[in-house]
T-cell receptor, first 109, second 114 residues
Framework: QQPVQSPQAVILREGEDAVINCSSSKALYSVHWYRQKHGEAPVFLMILLKGGEQKGHDKISASFNEKKQQSSLYLTASQLSYSGTYFCGTANTGNQFYFGTGTSLTVIP | KAGVTQTPRYLIKTRGQQVTLSCSPISGHRSVSWYQQTPGQGLQFLFEYFSETQRNKGNFPGRFSGRQFSNSRSEMNVSTLELGDSALYLC?????????????FGPGTRLLVL
């Protein structure tokens, strides 16, 4: 039931855009996105609920397509501070969370 | 508010021993979840406690157990340690543990089993 993330790793230059995808084989009630920097705890980015709404935070936004059981995280005009591992977390019945294996994102000058 | 705290931060144990990890949630949070993080496997859900009751459990052997106290602090115990138990153990707290709430993670306990 662990969601699948793609790509596994991506390297960007400052100012470039990236998309991270998260898909599940199970029906989803919500999708959570977190970022974890090396040696630190995962930090919350945003939650998306059923309804296909898109949320945004600064230059990071995400969408949730419940029919396709997919979510995508969009990072535009990337900054050095965006580097880290991004996890999507999905919840289905029972409020049980499953996190993807992560996408390592490196932004270089 | 103080964040989620976990103790100890680092542990070294040998195979066959047991270990107890502690997690203190954010004040007012009643749900505590535990995760195992290893390279390549990402965050694996262990279990979730709410109001001293285990509500959800992941796919881990019975050697992994936990409990929650009346003040919402939680402990996780691993008995008969195996080399494969070496990992970063993270706990996360939220108000009610619903899928619409943010989970706040602690810094983790890094366990090394020799």
């Amino acid at each position: 039931q662990q969601p699948v993330q793609s790509p596994q790793a991506v390297i960007l230059r400052e100012g470039e855009d990236a998309v991270i995808n998260c898909s599940s084989s199970k029906a989803l009630y919500s999708v959570h996105w977190y970022r974890q920097k090396h040696g630190e705890a995962p930090v919350f980015l945003m939650i998306l609920l059923k309804g296909g709404e898109q949320k945004g935070h600064d230059k990071i936004s995400a969408s949730f397509n419940e029919k396709k059981q997919q979510s995508s995280l969009y990072l535009t005009a990337s900054q050095l501070s965006y580097s880290g591992t991004y996890f999507c977390g999905t919840a289905n019945t029972g409020n049980q969370f499953y996190f993807g294996t992560g996408t390592s994102l490196t932004v270089i000058p | 508010k103080a964040g989620v705290t976990q103790t100890p931060r680092y542990l070294i144990k040998t195979r066959g021993q047991q270990v107890t990890l502690s997690c203190s949630p954010i004040s007012g949070h009643r749900s505590v979840s535990w995760y195992q993080q290893t390279p390549g496997q990402g965050l694996q859900f262990l279990f979730e406690y709410f109001s001293e009751t285990q509500r959800n459990k992941g796919n881990f052997p019975g050697r992994f157990s936990g409990r929650q106290f009346s003040n919402s602090r939680s402990e996780m115990n691993v008995s008969t340690l195996e080399l494969g138990d070496s990992a970063l153990y993270l706990c996360a707290s939220s108000l009610g543990g619903t899928d619409q709430e943010t989970q706040y993670f602690g810094p983790g306990t890094r366990l090394l089993v020799l």
